[in-house]
Structures are given as structure tokens and as C-alpha cells.
């Protein structure tokens, strides 16, 4: 549940400095607008404002709410450095997670603003699934062919093939043929996990967590 707006803002306002100017730039790595994201955090645009702007300071539930919508964490939120955050992930820690007949393997060190994924699509599943919400997406096919549907276009990709788009546009993903296909995946990360965005089945018909 979303903190009311009414909320009253912490006594010790002055020890949050780094705040205002982390959620303004956190939203924008998110693509999200101001309208988007404060009705996603239960806020109104002028309220959410008023934070990025400092005019006021947000309580730790509504920081946390906030961490949900632009996929990230109250350290991030707080400018704090994780200092053991990798920018490398080997091959060999990239563990698969199946959902929907999908695999997918983690390509991108966590709490970023981004999240990269190398991901398997089998032929004849979760084509007919058209996803719509905000960000942008990138993918590069790696093996296979890749139907590809963008609003009423659709095209075919190959290896070596690559779309960079804006993800309101409706869009759907399905191999052409039966082999499968097998991308890179780059997407700004949401509040949803990764089987809710435009890859693999609805929430209700995965068991991955975030």
C-alpha cells in the first residue's frame, strides 16, 4: 500500500540532502514523467515535485515505495556507493531462471538503472502476449530469427539483427522458427519483475520473483 501524501515529513529533514536530486534523476533513468510516476507511488505530480525540488522530505515508506517504481533501492534513492557492486558478471554465474517455457540468464550486475538479460524464446510460446509500459527496450539477436511486433508493423530479425524502442509503443516477441531464438535483452528497469515486462507469461502464470 502506497503512504498517503498527508504523511507528515520527518522531523530531521536536514540529514536527507542527497535525496531530491537522486528521485528526479532516478525517475528520468526510468523514463518515467512526473505524472507517471507519482500516480504509480500513490502521490500526486505537485507532491512528487515537491520532493525532487527538496521543498520537502519523504519518510522511509514512501522511499520505499519509490525504490518500487524506478526498480531500485533506498540506497540508490539516498546516493549512497554500494562498493560491492561488480561490473562484471562472468559466464559462470549466470544462473537460468524459467518461466513460461522462456530461459533466461542474468547479464547485468543488479541496481542499475537498466537490466540486461540473455534470454531463450521457444517457438509457439507467450507469442500472442502484447506488452505496453513505460521505458525503453534494446535487443540484439544472437541465434535464430525474431518476430518482432512493433504497433502494426511487424518485422523478422536474424542474427546479428538489432531494435532499440520506446516499450508504450505495444510490442510483442515470438520465435519464427522451431529451433527458437536466442537474444540480449536491455531494458529500463520498472517496478515489475522481468516475467511481467515484455518478456514471458503474466505474473500469475510465472513462479520467478523479482
Same mark, same amino acid.
Given at each position: 500500500m502506497s503512504p498517503p501524501?498527508?504523511?507528515?515529513?520527518?522531523?530531521?529533514a536536514e540529514a536527507l540532502p542527497a535525496v531530491a536530486p537522486q528521485l528526479r534523476s532516478l525517475r528520468r533513468r526510468a523514463a518515467l514523467t512526473l505524472e507517471t510516476a507519482a500516480r504509480a507511488a500513490g502521490l500526486s505530480p505537485a507532491h512528487l515535485s515537491r520532493l525532487e525540488t527538496g521543498q520537502r522530505q519523504p519518510s522511509l515508506p514512501m522511499l520505499l515505495t519509490l525504490a518500487r517504481v524506478y526498480g531500485t533501492t533506498v540506497s540508490d534513492l539516498l546516493g549512497e556507493t554500494v562498493a560491492d557492486r561488480d561490473a562484471v558478471v562472468r559466464a559462470?554465474?549466470?544462473?537460468?531462471?524459467?518461466? %513460461?517455457?522462456?530461459?533466461?540468464?542474468?547479464?547485468?550486475?543488479s %541496481?542499475?538503472?537498466?537490466?540486461?538479460?540473455? /534470454?531463450? /524464446?521457444?517457438? %509457439?510460446?507467450?507469442?500472442?502476449?502484447?506488452?505496453v509500459h513505460?521505458?525503453?527496450?534494446?535487443?540484439h539477436v544472437l541465434r535464430g530469427r525474431l518476430r518482432l511486433r512493433l504497433g502494426d508493423a511487424t518485422d523478422l530479425l536474424g542474427p546479428g539483427?538489432?531494435?532499440?524502442?520506446?516499450?508504450?509503443?505495444?510490442?510483442?516477441?515470438?520465435?519464427?522458427? /522451431?529451433e527458437g531464438v536466442e537474444?540480449?535483452? /536491455?531494458?529500463?528497469?520498472?517496478?515489475?519483475?522481468t516475467a511481467t515486462l515484455c518478456l514471458g507469461p503474466n505474473p500469475s502464470e510465472s513462479e520467478v520473483t523479482p
Open positions: 501524501e498527508s504523511e507528515p515529513s520527518p522531523p530531521q559462470a554465474d549466470m544462473e537460468p531462471t524459467r518461466a %513460461g517455457g522462456w530461459t533466461y540468464w542474468q547479464a547485468g550486475a %541496481g542499475r538503472g537498466m537490466q540486461a538479460l540473455r /534470454v531463450h /524464446v521457444p517457438h %509457439g510460446s507467450q507469442g500472442d502476449i502484447v506488452r513505460p521505458g525503453e527496450e534494446w535487443l539483427d538489432s531494435a532499440h524502442f520506446d516499450s508504450l509503443t505495444p510490442h510483442r516477441i515470438a520465435a519464427q522458427d /522451431v537474444l540480449l535483452f /536491455v531494458h529500463t528497469l520498472l517496478q515489475s519483475p
